[in-house]
């Protein structure tokens, strides 16, 4: 039986190379959310447009996003980046441009499942009331589909939380690396990673436990 | 009021509507009736360009809906329906559902638009409900909202497509209540039922539909009174829908 000692667990411990690491990964949560579901809703309504060029544009984002790891995907903005602009960038940068590209393609099919799920009864009812396609889509539709597709959108957050872990690729000091360092610096990487699935468990599950109360919440009565 | 000339229309290989013509005009009331899939749903939804056609002609109130350059969102809202499923919109109160296209699509200002909306909303009877949301409402009571909503918009023509065939028979009584009114006001109105007694009751003329073709259309003392002259589809219709 290996002895485990805790002892160093302090707030020392956080402030020095947790809090860095945690306020990097919530952040890029935060951004990548919010960027995913703007530029998601945006490809969606691509994708729904009817419009070939857009459609076929879209469609080839979404499904190439969705079948590279994400890993993958971070290694290569890293790398692509940088010859495109012609200048070097930061790890931290390229990781948020990363997420928002790779997110947008999945929230895209999200919001694309939450118009498809509004009855189509109710665009008819819009349009015979003489609104355009952009008041329809403004008041009618996409205010029921979001009211839906709440719950999903925090379970991809969630997901999206714990996928911030794979900057480590790049170097970029994240909350897992964050608990790295500490390891490597108290020299206790067991008692470290121990505390750090700790800590993501916590997180994720307080945040999936909301989930579930928003549902009930946020639905709409027909 | 509204012309159809030679109106056809296909889904994919299939033909839905088989070169209909006919006319509403100003304060009558059509009825159109006809067995499942005869296609009357779908001619009432061409008459405010809800669904396309691929030949033909509509002219609504003078203008035409063949025509590429037609502002249709415009021309929807001087056209007023209500739809068999009610489609209130469940996000929004009662109140704000009589208001909303008033103000984005007529332009009318807050005020304005909720004295107007509340207006006809007493005029259906439900004044009391305008701050409840449709899911609070029986189904009864979701189309009445839904004929204030279309009234609000002050249009010229209303359209009904099967407005009581998803009631409990119970409310159909109170729906049709509201509807005679209407009519018994000169509004100009084409309604898709099964209800012969509404046709016989405030109707001007019958159109009768199967298989995407007009087959009768006349007044409805030729149509209900006078059966042995229709074709014979129309008095088969006529035999089993008035059995009971």
């Known amino acids: 039986m290996f002895s485990l000692d805790l002892s160093f667990y302090n707030w020392e411990l956080f402030t020095s190379y947790i809090l860095k690491g945690l306020l990097f990964s919530v952040q890029l949560t935060i951004i990548a959310t919010v960027g995913g579901i703007v ?13 070939s060029a857009l459609v076929y544009l879209a469609t080839f984002y979404v499904n190439t996003m969705r079948s590279i790891p994400l890993v993958m995907v971070i290694l290569w903005f890293f790398l692509l980046i940088p010859m495109l602009i012609g200048r070097p960038i930061g790890a931290d940068l390229s990781a948020t441009i990363t997420f928002i590209a790779f997110e947008a393609a999945f929230f895209s099919e999200i919001v694309r499942a939450g118009i498809q799920s509004v009855p189509r009864g109710q665009g008819f009812a819009a349009e015979a009331l003489g609104m355009t396609y952009g008041q329809n889509m403004r008041f009618i539709i996409l205010p029921q589909a979001f009211r839906n597709m709440i719950p999903v959108f925090m379970t991809q957050t969630i997901i999206l939380f714990q996928d911030t872990s794979l900057v480590y690729a790049i170097g970029a000091y994240d909350l897992l690396k964050g608990f790295e360092i500490a390891g490597k610096n108290y020299g206790r ?16 599950f307080s945040l999936s436990k909301i989930v579930r109360k928003i549902q009930s919440k946020v639905a709409i009565i027909r | 009021m509204i012309k159809l000339r030679n109106v056809s229309k296909w889904y994919g290989s299939f033909q839905v509507l088989n070169d209909c013509s006919t006319s509403i005009n100003k304060g009558e009331v059509v009825v159109i009736c006809g067995p499942s899939g005869s296609g009357k749903s779908t001619l009432i939804k061409t008459m405010n360009a809800l669904e396309p056609f691929q030949q033909g002609e509509i002219v609504v109130n003078g203008i035409s809906l063949h ?3 037609t502002n249709l969102p415009q021309l929807r809202s001087r056209v ?6 009610f489609e209130l919109f469940p996000h929004l109160s009662v ?21 107007h909306g509340l207006k006809y909303l007493e005029r259906v009877g439900l004044l009391a409900q305008k701050g409840k949301f449709p899911g609070q409402l029986s189904g009864g009571q979701q189309q009445r909202v839904a004929i204030a909503r279309a009234l609000s918009m002050d249009p010229i023509v209303m359209l009904f497509d099967e407005p009581t065939s998803a009631l409990d028979p119970e409310m159909v009584g109170e729906v049709l209540d509201v509807m005679v009114k209407l009519a018994n ?13 509404f046709a016989r009751k405030v109707g001007h003329r019958v159109i009768f539909m199967d298989h995407g073709r007009i087959i009768e259309d006349c ?5 209900f009174d006078n059966p042995d002259k229709r074709s014979p589809r129309a008095q088969e219709f006529l035999s089993k829908i008035l059995a009971h």
Request: hydrophobic share 45%; glycine share 8%.
């Open chain 2, 185 to 197: 006001e000169g509004m100009t109105m084409c309604c898709v039922t099964h209800e012969m007694g």
């Open chain 2, 80 to 85: 007023g329906m209500v739809f068999q499923h």
């Open chain 2, 95 to 115: 109140t704000e559902n009589l208001t909303l296209a008033q103000m984005k699509v007529l332009g009318r200002s807050v005020e304005e638009a909720k004295v």
């Open chain 2, 67 to 69: 025509n590429p350059k």
């Open chain 1, 39 to 51: 530029f998601g809703t945006a490809l969606a309504l691509m994708r729904l447009s009817g419009r």
């Open chain 1, 189 to 204: 990487p067991i008692e470290t990673y121990i505390l750090a699935a700790f800590t993501y468990f916590i997180i994720c």
């Open chain 2, 219 to 223: 007044n409805k003392t030729e149509f």
